[in-house]
Structures are given as structure tokens and as C-alpha cells.
DNA sequence: TTGACAAAACTAATATAATTAGTTATTATA
DNA sequence: TATAATAACTAATTATATTAGTTTTGTCAA
């Protein structure tokens, strides 16, 4: 009857994010995935086991499309730089995928465990590109904790609306990365 | 027929928030509270203006109640010591409202005009704390930024499981405002 | 080449949610 | 006490996620 549309897992997670970039994340239903496939909804369940397990891989999707855009950024920079290069995109990629963001960060980590491998992927990351900012294990666990906290915090106020005032957020970025790359060297210049 | 129950909008709130911090925000359906407020879902509709307009009177509920917080905390405490306490207070404040603080953080601000005012208050009370460390306004308002994205951000990650490794996490965010203030002290030396 | 099997589509049906329309009961107040 | 507003109600609609059971299609082995 109909002609089989041989779907696979990443072709229809592309069209899931999507929606989710252009009409909000919410705005992806199983209803509406299936009309843009071309299929009927009870179809997804061939491919997805509902819509729990949808978001999940969702947002392991959008987790190694970070990724991507990250290496990406920091390939052949070092030092400040290549923090700067970080953050940079990062914040590029909250930008410019709002839906897709917000299935990575919405999500609990303890759902399924190929999250936290997928996001593991990327904490690595920033302690590489850390590196000669490190102190010890222990302090570049808490630092690497800062910068991503600061990231997403950035993104996730940006996005929101949260950011009213009429000044440069690109220029609020660079200075908060300024400071706490500062600070770092300030503390450790302290501890020694 | 039915004892008319009198509820008010906060009464109404208040209850939904319970849910919300009980068992995720998206767990506070029409049909649950209404349940929970012993009455029918229509009824729901003369208090609040449907899901929409609910989920943002929540937002500015747990806003206020945030703001109250976070007042609280810095009464009568000064410079560094002041910054740290707002910090922690923010972060129990997310730790001890899960639901509520997703009812906060995951609503655009630009939806209802008193979602910027009540967030407002917020930025406002970030930049009295941060006081003395000011230098000057437009310094002042990526300084602010940054402390809010800081913030926001650990406790985002923090709630969705971001900080797998076994370390203290308390100790990660005093540490990351550590690093943040020695940050502002170095970079208004270097400004001078 | 064919036939059987698995994969992936389908239809039909159910449960739950949000919402609207229209009605009834209760409360405050004129 | 009568009335008007408020806040509850029932009934009905639409949309969503999901399940059960069926049909089609493509592949691969005999």
C-alpha cells in the first residue's frame, strides 16, 4: 500500500529537533513527528519506545551535537583562547537550537544511563580545554564544574528572556569567562 | 450543594507548588490540582485562565518566593560573606523546590509582563549584594549576569544529576564564587 | 524463484488532559 | 429579602499518548 518510507533512528531525530528548534520542544508530539514522517503515530512506536524514550534520545542526539560544535570550536586553540572558543559556542549552539537545548538540559541524567555517558563526553571536554588552568584533581573537578555551570546558566537566562537590559550579552560573556579565568589564576597564586 | 470551598489565587498556588515540588512540575495537571482542591477541573478555569496562564502565575509565585529567601539570607551580612550567603540560599532554595524552581527557570519571560517585574527584584537584590564590588554600570551589569548564570546554572545541573562525580558539590559552589570574586578583584585592579 | 519471517506500516480503540458551553448553587450586598 | 456576582457543577469536544491487533513489504534462505 504504502511505499515503505525507511526511517531510521538519527533521520527521524533530526526532524524531531527540528520542530523542536522552530515551534519549541513542546511543540514535538508524537502527532506531530508522525505527520512530518509521513506516517501515522502508532508507526513511531516502531522506532521509539513512547515518548519518555523519544526525549531520551532526543537528548543524547543534541548532547553529541554539542559536542560536535565544541571540538569543533577548540581544534588548533590553546589556553584562554580556547576557553573563550568554548564558551563561544557553546552558547552559539543554546542559540541557534533552542528546542534541541532544552531537551538536553531539561532532562534528569538518571533517566537512562547513555546519558550520562553522552554528557560525560563533553565534561571531559572542558577539562581538556582547561588544562593549564588546572590545580589539582579535586580543585579541577570544581572548576570544571564552575565554567559549565556558568555556560549553561548563561544560555539558559539568554534564552529565557532573562538578560532585559539593553547591554551586550556577547560582551557580558566574554567578561564573565575573563573574571573567573582570573580568579582562577588569582586562587591559585593563593593556595601555593 | 457543595460546601463552596473559597479558594484564592495563593491558596491555590500554594498547593500547586506542593505537586510541583512533590512530583515534577509536569506532574501539576488541570485534573490533579483540580483533585487536590476538591473540585472538578472546569472550576479551576474561574481562578486561572487555563494551563498557560497558571503555569505563569506559578512562575511568579515562586519567583517571589525565591526573592523572599534570598532576602532572608543576606539581612544584616556584608561584602564576600554576604555574596556567599545569597549563593547558598539560592541553591538550597533550588534544591528544596525542584518543581517550583522549574516553574521559575523554564518560562520565557517575555510571556507576561509581570514575569520581568517579579524577576526584576531579583537582579536588583544580586546587584545590592554585590556592592562593593561593583565598578561601574555597565561593568556592573555583566558582573550581575555573570553571577546569575553562575548560579542558575549549578543549580540546573545540580537538580538534573550534571554532577555525577563523588565530590562534595557544596564545596563546588563556594568554590565557584570564590573564584568569581577573586575574579572582580583582579580584573578591577587590571581596569585602574 | 519463492515462500516465510521480521520489520514497519496500518486501523481501531481507550484513557487522560485541556478546554468550552451552558447550568446551578452559594454568598455578599443593595 | 431579593438580586447579582462568584464559583461551583455537568456535559461535551478536541487532542494526545498509548495499546492491541492486522496488513503490507522487504529480505534472505531454501
Redesign the pocket.
Known amino acids: 500500500?504504502?511505499?515503505?518510507?525507511?526511517?531510521?533512528k538519527e533521520a527521524i531525530l533530526k526532524i524531531a529537533a527540528d520542530i523542536a528548534d522552530r515551534d519549541g520542544l513542546e511543540a514535538?508530539?508524537?502527532?506531530?513527528?508522525?505527520k512530518k514522517?509521513?506516517?501515522?503515530?502508532?508507526?513511531?512506536?516502531?522506532?521509539f519506545?513512547?515518548?519518555?524514550d523519544?526525549r531520551v534520545h532526543m537528548a543524547i542526539y543534541g548532547m553529541n551535537e554539542l559536542y560536535n560544535s565544541l571540538i569543533n570550536a577548540t581544534i588548533g586553540v590553546a589556553g584562554e583562547e580556547a576557553i573563550h572558543c568554548f564558551a563561544e559556542a557553546y552558547i552559539t549552539f543554546a542559540r541557534s537550537h533552542h528546542g534541541l537545548y532544552d531537551a538536553i538540559t531539561q532532562i534528569s541524567l538518571e533517566k537512562d544511563e547513555r546519558l550520562q555517558v553522552a554528557g560525560d563526553k563533553t565534561v571531559e571536554l572542558v577539562s581538556r580545554v582547561l588544562g593549564t588552568y588546572k590545580i589539582n584533581k579535586e580543585e579541577e573537578i570544581h572548576i570544571v564544574r564552575g565554567l559549565r555551570s556558568m555556560l549553561h546558566g548563561f544560555a539558559s537566562i539568554e534564552k529565557n528572556g532573562g538578560f532585559g537590559l539593553p547591554v551586550d550579552t556577547d560582551e557580558s560573556l566574554r567578561n564573565m569567562v575573563d573574571i573567573y579565568l582570573l580568579g582562577i589564576q588569582k586562587y591559585r597564586n593563593t593556595e601555593i
Open positions: 500500500m504504502s511505499p515503505r518510507v525507511n526511517l531510521d514535538v508530539t508524537i502527532a506531530t513527528l508522525a514522517l509521513n506516517i501515522k503515530s502508532p508507526s513511531l512506536y516502531n522506532h519506545d513512547g515518548m519518555n523519544l
